[in-house]
């Protein structure tokens, strides 16, 4: 499978890969058209300080035994053994937000896009490339196959 | 080699592929008194008919035969024999075992209530039997009581409401959601209950329901003497461990089945997981039950994997945590929801509209509340149940810990705190 992998320091905390995010998950998938300050379109990733207060970007890594997969009751997340992306059934979501409880990265959210259910990182499915990596102009996050 | 499994819910199943990682062949059998997978904790939504049965179903379509699994549905196990190693059912069947797995998880709990277990439209909401049989009540009836203002209390007075019956709902505790909230938090739910034209009694106890002459509901009384018409009960005080079957069998038990780490019970080559069983719980460190979905889940991970000749322990088995999406008003809680005494501090921020609240004693977090805004929790629910120090972060970010101030991934990509 393949992961985001992080190198903070080259982080320069432009949030182009959150833009990306928001751009890619709405239907236009435009740049151009995001509202980038509609409170219900929130990112899947986000770019936060450290303690020492350098930007540090951080993504759904697919762990290998996720707790939000674990968490729902709905069987609305699954683990895909061939591709190791951790995918989010929407039309089986409930929203009862115990996968944000149990996320112990932050990286499960409620989107007011897709109302009451809850949104994660989908690797952009359909994409070759997840659009936050091609997006960072920096090489801060970089795709590798594990 | 032969593995049987009693019940087929989250513990059940979630030991059925974690049996099938480690070994492909031997045969598996499931007995359960469902006939259908659903999930429990979809009951409310079959009620207000916002899911159907089918729709609450947790696992693929084809698992029995994925898994290889033979299912012996609308079944109820009466006893084990332990010295033959064979399950006996209510319809006759004898079941021989090598590696067994308990997993009957619990039913609803009827307290002691002058005519409680004789009045007739009185249910718990524990099975899809009842949400069938409350649905049904529902079309004629007109007022619920509900007893007991916990999660599945709060949820079944929301479904009842939204099927149009007049719903009051009676808690002993001085507010509604005792367990998984504070004063405050549970007092935004109750105003939107109360505006949704739910009632509520806090700090009060029914002591008896009044049956007509052919035992239906007529009213429900309660300890300072008020009297409330009602014609359904929906009695949601708790639950109580499915152990009956185990009257006649040497098993250690104690407001559940007593398991080890590795989910083993008393007597070797029988586990148990769920609801059903009691463990050590980590934010206590007590042996308690720990009865909710992700720690089902886990341990009957766990069960199926020791049972199938691998070696797992459970870590943290926390149980102290909390999600709620009620009215579109939504709240995350661990841990304490009160400071204990004073060697604890509380921080409370309310902005834009939510509320959050931190427990921490000597930079650990032990409790945290976060209601409307929940982006973010699950953060704090690892600091908690793992009890990771925040002495080193910047205090002023104590309401917006996020994983970069933990940052450590590892060469396989995977993060570490
Ligand atoms: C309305 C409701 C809402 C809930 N909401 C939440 C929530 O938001 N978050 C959360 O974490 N948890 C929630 N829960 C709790 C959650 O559903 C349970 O923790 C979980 O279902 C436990 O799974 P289990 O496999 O241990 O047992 P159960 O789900 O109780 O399943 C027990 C299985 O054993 C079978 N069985 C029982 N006795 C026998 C017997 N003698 N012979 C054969 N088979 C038997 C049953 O038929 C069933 O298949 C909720 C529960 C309810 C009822
Ligand atoms: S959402 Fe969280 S728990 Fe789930 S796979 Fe991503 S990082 Fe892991
Ligand atoms: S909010 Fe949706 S995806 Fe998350 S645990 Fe609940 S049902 Fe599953």
Redesign the pocket.
């Known amino acids: 499978m393949q992961r985001i992998f992080i190198n903070k320091s080259l982080c320069a905390g432009c949030k182009n890969c959150e833009a990306a995010c928001m751009a890619e998950h709405t239907t236009h998938r435009s740049l151009w058209l995001v509202n980038l300050s509609d409170p219900s379109n929130k990112p899947n990733n986000r770019v936060a300080l450290d303690n020492s207060g350098q930007p540090t970007p951080i993504f759904c890594q697919h762990c290998d035994d996720p707790a939000c997969v674990t968490a729902c009751?709905a069987g609305a997340l699954t683990k895909n053994p061939e591709t190791g992306v951790v995918e989010h059934n929407r039309d089986k979501c409930a929203g009862?937000w115990?996968c944000i409880m149990s996320c112990p990265y932050g990286m499960m959210h409620t989107s007011g896009v897709y109302e009451d259910t809850a949104a994660k990182c989908d690797f952009c499915a359909e994409r070759g490339t997840p659009r936050c990596v091609s997006s960072c102009p920096t090489g801060a996050i970089t795709l590798r196959t594990i | 080699m032969q593995y049987v499994i009693?019940?087929?819910?989250?513990?059940?199943i979630s030991a059925v592929s974690a049996i099938r990682e480690l070994d492909p062949k031997n045969s598996i059998i499931m007995?359960?008194?469902?006939k259908q997978i659903y999930s429990?904790?979809q009951?409310?939504e079959i009620i207000t008919g916002e899911r159907t049965l089918k729709e609450s179903c947790f696992i693929p379509a084809n698992f029995f035969e994925k898994y290889r699994v033979k299912w012996i549905d609308d079944?109820?196990?009466t006893h084990i024999n332990t010295d033959a190693h064979v399950v006996e059912t209510n319809n006759g069947q004898k079941i021989t075992f090598d590696r067994l797995l308990i997993?009957?998880?619990?039913s609803s709990f009827f307290p002691p209530i002058d005519n409680l277990q004789k009045g007739r439209q009185i249910c718990g909401?524990?099975n899809i039997d009842d949400a069938l049989q409350i649905v049904d009540y529902a079309h004629d009836m007109k007022k619920a009581v509900i007893i007991g203002a916990g999660?599945?209390g709060v949820?079944a007075a929301l479904a009842l409401n939204d099927l149009g019956l007049k719903v009051t709902l009676v808690e002993n505790a001085s507010h509604i959601l005792p367990l998984q909230l504070d004063q405050t938090a549970a007092g935004n739910y109750e105003r939107l209950l109360n505006e949704h034209q739910i009632n509520i009694y806090t700090n009060e106890i029914v002591t008896k329901i009044h049956l007509d002459e052919k035992q239906n509901v007529t009213h429900v009384e309660l300890k300072s003497g008020v009297i409330l018409p009602a014609d359904l009960i929906i009695v949601a005080t708790g639950i109580t461990p499915?152990i009956q079957?185990l009257d006649h069998v040497p098993i250690k038990i104690n407001r559940g089945i007593i398991v080890n780490e590795k989910q083993e019970t008393s007597i070797p080559n029988i586990y148990a997981?769920?609801?059903?069983c009691a463990s050590t719980e980590s934010f206590t460190a007590k042996i308690t039950p720990t009865?909710?979905?992700?720690l089902?889940i886990e341990q009957?991970r766990i069960a199926g994997t020791n049972m199938a000749g691998g070696n797992k322990q459970r870590t943290i088995n926390f149980a102290y945590k909390n999600?709620m999406n009620l009215f579109g008003l939504s709240t995350i809680s661990y841990g304490f929801t009160e400071a204990p005494n004073e060697n604890y501090t509380t921080h409370i921020q309310f902005e834009r509209g939510s509320y959050k609240k931190l427990i921490i004693k000597d930079g650990i977090l032990f409790g945290a509340i976060f209601q409307g805004d929940i982006s973010g929790a699950g953060i704090y629910g690892k600091l908690i149940a793992e009890k990771i120090s925040i002495n080193s972060l910047p205090p002023e970010r104590l309401f917006s810990i996020s994983y970069a101030n933990f940052f450590n991934q590892q060469e396989n990509g995977l993060y570490r705190y």
């Open positions: 009751m009862c115990m | 009693i019940g087929s819910s989250a513990a059940g007995i359960s008194k469902d429990r904790c009951l409310p079944t109820g196990v997993a009957t998880g619990a909401l524990r999660l599945v949820e499915n079957f997981a769920g609801d059903v009865p909710i979905w992700p089902a009957g999600s």
